[in-house]
């Protein structure tokens, strides 16, 4: 993994823990927000407006059902940047 894709990881990452209000080594690439961390819509959606303001890309709504871990979350914001 490049260097530029660790650091987007890792942005996105932190954006998803403190809106979470979770520390970093409590989630996983794959451990569910909903049922493991109990984030609810609200949450997700300020997830959303958070990567779209800092990546400066727009993510369409209908992608949160794909974002329901960091690995959903890290490809729905790379098809929407085009990395």
């Known amino acids: 993994m490049t260097a530029i894709v660790e650091e987007r990881r890792e942005t996105i990452k932190e954006i998803v823990t403190d809106i979470l209000e979770i520390d970093s080594d409590e989630v996983t690439e794959t451990s569910l927000f909903k049922e493991e961390h109990d984030a609810d819509s609200l949450r997700a959606i300020e997830i959303l407006a ?19 871990n960091l690995q ?12």
Request: without cysteine; charged residues 25%; glycine residues 6%.
């Open 50 to 68: 958070a990567l779209e303001k800092t990546f400066n890309i727009v993510i369409e709504q209908s992608e949160l059902s794909r974002m329901v």
């Open 72 to 83: 959903g979350v890290y490809e729905v914001v790379s098809d929407a940047a085009g990395w």
